[in-house]
């Protein structure tokens, strides 16, 4: 019998430990999981019709304080402007449910990037949670930057202040911008990895 219960206590580990693997989504140095959403406009966007491009996926919940921080003191919209000048794929993500924290239709959204003036490529729709699912992003924000060559090269926050008060962005290592410069130089990324922070991505259950 404690053979049995063991034996059951080994399994159950097991299949615990298998979940948290698969819950980690994607890893740095991994291909990049394709997938296609629609924009605020309806436009389809496939994240392959991309590859040969630097793209930035950024999770977001416009009522998120986390959020509000970057883009109320327009610190996100400034470093969208910064990379998309420069060829860079921006692609914010809405991940929210319906009745969630943050869900937006397609004119909620529209009106979201005119009042915040955002500067991304475009503003994603993914209320069934499909793409926020596949790469494992917990949070809001959650960065990640692919290369050209579809690989992903930076997963986690957006800096180093885990704090929704924007008095600390003065002084914030922006982990996206340091990838982001060290990769378009041709320079390996110095820090590829970081835990990311914000509210969690508000999933259909």
């Given amino acids: 019998m404690r053979r049995e219960i063991r034996c059951l206590a080994a399994f159950a580990w097991l299949m615990i430990s298998a979940?948290?693997?698969?819950?980690?989504?994607?890893?740095?140095?991994a291909s990049a999981p394709d997938f296609m959403l629609s924009d605020a406009a309806g436009t389809p966007h496939r994240l392959s019709e991309y590859r040969g491009k630097f793209v930035v996926l950024e999770w977001f919940n416009n009522e998120c304080p986390f959020v509000r921080k970057h883009y109320d003191s327009g610190n996100?919209?400034?470093?969208?402007?910064?990379y998309t000048g420069h060829g860079v794929i921006w692609l914010t993500i809405a991940s929210s449910a319906p009745g969630k924290q943050g869900y937006l239709t397609p004119s909620a959204a529209t009106q979201v990037i005119q009042q915040r003036q955002a500067?991304?490529?475009?503003?994603l729709l993914d209320p069934d949670g499909m793409a926020g699912r596949r790469y494992g992003a917990k949070t809001t924000p959650h960065v990640f930057v692919?290369?050209?060559?579809?690989?992903?090269?930076?997963?986690?926050?957006l800096d180093d202040q885990p704090s929704f008060d924007p008095a600390g962005l003065s002084t914030a290592t922006n982990y996206v911008r340091q990838a982001l410069d060290q990769a378009m130089a041709g320079k390996p990324v110095s820090v590829a990895s970081t835990r990311p922070y914000g509210c969690s991505v508000k999933y259909q259950q």
């Fill in 119 to 123: 500067k991304q490529t475009a503003l």
């Fill in 19 to 29: 979940g948290a693997v698969r819950a980690e989504g994607t890893i740095v140095g």
């Fill in 146 to 157: 692919i290369n050209p060559e579809g690989m992903v090269i930076y997963a986690g926050a």
């Fill in 76 to 82: 996100m919209q400034a470093l969208q402007a910064a």
